[in-house]
Nanobody
Framework: QVQLVESGGGLVQAGGSLRLSCAASGRTFSSYAMGWFRQAPGNERELVAGITGDGARTYVSNSAKGRFTISRDNAKNTVYLQMFSLKPENTAVYYC?????????????WGQGTQVTVSS
């Protein structure tokens, strides 16, 4: 069982930056791949970025490539999503998830989500 708590969301102007954090409970954090998903109103939840359990490999969606970076600190049981050059279309609820595989579209455990709003 893994419990996940996201933080770091908020309101930011277009072109700004945010760093999301996801703190995990449990001793098995490093055994899980982790991912950041987002869901905008009326849209399906989509994978934005993923990272393997050891942090050696990462995935970033085409729409986020070059602007978003995923990382993790297994000593702190935390995964991060650094977002630069934010756009209004990045507005969504962002969720972190523990996954079996770092590019999986499905999570085994989910956080409650954090709202990111980008104003134009």
């Amino acid at each position: 069982q893994v419990q996940l708590v996201e933080s770091g969301g908020g309101l930011v102007q277009a072109g700004g930056s945010l760093r999301l954090s996801c703190a995990a409970s449990g001793r098995t954090f490093s055994s899980y791949a982790m991912g950041w998903f987002r869901q905008a109103p009326g849209n399906e939840r989509e994978l934005v970025a993923g990272i393997t359990g050891d942090g050696a490999r990462t995935y970033v969606s085409n729409s986020a490539k070059g602007r978003f970076t995923i990382s993790r600190d297994n000593a702190k049981n935390t995964v991060y999503l650094q977002m630069f050059s934010l756009k209004p279309e990045n507005t969504a609820v962002y969720y972190c998830a523990a996954m079996t595989y770092y590019t999986s579209r499905r999570g085994d455990y989910w956080g409650q989500g954090t709202q990111v709003t980008v104003s134009s």
